[in-house]
Structure formats: structure tokens, C-alpha cells
């Protein structure tokens, strides 16, 4: 089956990085595009990154040029680079897949910004 395990959360002050993983089975990575979304208290999921198969990367603005998402088709992962954190980016974020013509989250990890 599906699953989809993130690694990496913790607690930052603003300014600090970070650098969350998922590591990914069931399926066949290469083929799929991977994203990345984060959930927020109070507020609805939202997508962050995406990366396509072949490696294009597309950002919110809001983190454009502040996260960068990779991946790795030889250990089927997904990361996601974050600097500049500010308390804005505080949610827990989830890394999905659509797969088998439905949607897979992996349990999420929390990212919290605070001084």
C-alpha cells in the first residue's frame, strides 16, 4: 500500500531553517509528481511546493525564495528546504501524492517559528 512518512519538523526561531523529508513506497515514485502542503491552526490546507516527475518545481508565492523541494528517484524521497522561516510558516506539513486516481498524506510533521 501507499505510505507516505515525514521526518524533520521541530521548533526554529524566525530567521532559522529547517529541512523536512518524506519517504515514500507503494508505488512508483518516478512517474508521480510530489508535493508538499502545510496546514496552519484555524485554517485550511494549502499547497506549498509541487515537484513533477521530471523535476519542475513550482512554489506559493508565499515561500518563493525562501523553500526548495527536491527529490530523489534512486531513494524514492521528497524534501522540502526551508530558510527564512518567519511564524507565518508555522503548520503542519504534510507530504501528498496522487496516486491509483487518489489522493495520499503522509501523517505530517510539525513546524512551529517562535523566539
Known amino acids: 500500500q501507499v505510505q507516505l512518512v515525514e521526518s524533520g519538523g521541530g521548533l526554529v526561531r524566525p530567521g532559522g531553517s529547517l529541512r523536512l523529508s518524506c519517504a515514500a513506497s507503494?508505488?512508483?515514485?518516478?512517474?508521480?509528481?510530489m508535493d508538499w502542503y502545510r496546514q496552519a491552526p484555524g485554517k485550511e490546507r494549502e499547497l506549498v511546493a509541487a515537484i513533477s516527475y521530471g523535476g519542475r518545481a513550482d512554489y506559493a508565492d508565499s515561500v518563493k525564495g525562501r523553500f526548495t523541494i527536491s527529490r530523489d528517484n534512486a531513494k524514492n524521497t521528497v524534501s522540502l528546504g526551508m530558510n527564512s522561516l518567519e511564524p507565518e510558516d508555522t503548520a503542519v506539513y504534510y507530504c501528498?501524492?496522487?496516486?491509483?486516481?487518489?489522493?495520499?498524506w503522509g501523517q505530517g510533521t510539525q513546524v512551529t517559528v517562535s523566539s
Open positions: 501528498h501524492v496522487r496516486a491509483f486516481t487518489r489522493d495520499y
Open positions: 507503494g508505488f512508483t515514485f518516478r512517474v508521480n509528481a
